[in-house]
């Protein structure tokens, strides 16, 4: 299924386009809920009434004509280094299956690179789990270079 580019679009993710945003999520080869269907939650709703109540956060979906084939969360962060610099994290960001290798991908970190310079952001950064290889390589792409090492501690 090959698309046109020009019939991309981006917009903030609205209320409801919650529950196909966790299962673009949850449709993913390492997601910790892989094959089981979304139930969403009440934590997936405060979830996103904290992030579309926040100006620092900007949760999108990625649309060919009304149907949406992706999604990502851009996150703002200011910060004392760089001069006082805000920066961009990337996070979540996911292709429905049919569409992958087609170019979305890549468009849609081009979109958060362009915000992110309109915001007059310092630095764009995002992480990928060590077993994404292709991700990795799809970043590095991107010209993305793995500068630091990530460190998580499981609280729930």
Not at 68 to 93: D, H, K, Y
Not at 109 to 122: E, T
Request: proline residues 4%; contains cysteine.
């Amino acid at each position: 299924m090959l698309f046109r580019m020009t019939a991309l679009t981006f917009r903030p993710a609205r209320r409801e386009d919650v529950p196909l945003v966790v299962g673009l999520l949850n449709d993913d080869a390492i997601a910790r809920s892989r094959g089981v269907a979304p139930d969403i939650g009440p934590g997936h709703w405060a979830a996103f009434d904290a992030i579309d109540a926040d100006p620092n956060n900007e949760l999108v979906v990625a649309e060919i004509d009304g149907e949406v084939v992706g999604t990502f969360q851009l996150t703002f962060i200011p910060g004392l280094s760089r001069n006082g610099g805000e920066r961009a994290q990337i996070e979540a960001v996911r292709v429905a299956e049919p569409y992958r290798n087609q170019g979305i991908g890549r468009a849609m970190v081009a979109w958060s690179i362009d915000r992110a310079k309109l915001r007059g952001c310092a630095l764009v950064q995002l992480t990928s789990d060590k077993r994404r290889t292709e991700a990795h390589r799809f970043y590095g792409a991107l010209g993305f270079t793995a500068s630091h090492e990530g460190f998580k501690l499981q609280l729930s």
